[in-house]
């Protein structure tokens, strides 16, 4: 069964850091292109960072550039965002996408919560 | 950035009766688009893409059309299951962006 499984997300103070992880589960992880997006009740749905199967190639979204950092281990099937300067508006659900060979996002994980308060 | 605006924001139907969702997009989108369901607690599921092909395990009710700017989203005949929020999202240049959601309520 293909699965992703989000951690690292809590309770984060404005301007602090945190680690998001997606452990990836049956298929070939080295294979895939593999991106982050987040949502909330207010922007919706946003793609917010993406990397290709060896790590070589990255995307940011404008909002998030020069602070959140995207990266992969093949050897552990997993996919990281590394996030700093943490805003309040980064609060949101993060949740880790597969995208599929026609480049669509067909495997979610179940999202990990990222509150941004002081 | 391409802008998608859905229509209608809520759509209150009963079970086993027609709904049609639109998406619209600011500038033309070709047929790279895709339709999402979300669950109340789920992380959206992937429903069709390239505007018209069904993703693996979709039933036949859920159809979509449109191509350029314009796209429809359709449910045959609604089942309890189908009660849910649905995204439209494009990936023609980044930021691929998605649309802000139509509820089907019963």
């Known amino acids: 069964e293909v699965q992703l499984v989000e951690s690292g997300g809590g309770l984060v103070q404005p301007g602090g850091s945190l680690r998001l992880s997606c452990a990836a589960s049956?298929?070939?992880?080295?294979?895939?292109?593999m991106h982050w997006l987040r949502q909330t009740p207010g922007k919706g749905l946003e793609c917010v960072s993406a990397?290709?199967?060896?790590?070589?190639?990255?995307f940011y979204t404008n909002s998030v550039k020069g602070r959140f950092s995207i990266s992969r281990d093949n050897s552990k099937n997993t996919l990281y965002l590394q996030m700093g300067s943490l805003r309040p508006e980064d609060m949101a659900i993060y949740y880790c996408a597969r995208l599929s060979s026609g480049s669509w996002f067909d495997c979610w994980g179940q999202g990990t919560l990222v509150t941004v308060s002081s | 950035e391409v802008v998608l605006t859905q229509s209608p924001a809520t759509l209150s139907l009963s079970p086993g009766e027609r709904a049609t969702l639109s998406c619209r997009t600011s500038?033309?989108?070709?047929?790279?688009l895709a339709w999402y369901q979300q669950k109340p607690g789920q992380a959206p599921r992937l429903l069709i893409y390239d505007a018209s092909n069904r993703a693996t395990g979709i039933p036949a009710r859920f159809s979509g059309s449109g191509s350029g700017t314009d796209f429809t989203l359709t449910m045959s005949s609604l089942e309890p299951e189908d009660f849910a929020v649905y995204y439209c999202?494009?990936?023609?240049?980044?930021?691929?962006?998605f649309g802000q959601g139509t509820k089907v309520e019963i």
């Open positions: 500038q033309s989108v070709s047929n790279y």
């Open positions: 049956g298929f070939t992880f080295s294979d895939y292109t």
């Open positions: 999202q494009h990936r023609t240049g980044w930021p691929w962006t």
């Open positions: 990397i290709n199967p060896t790590g070589a190639t990255t």
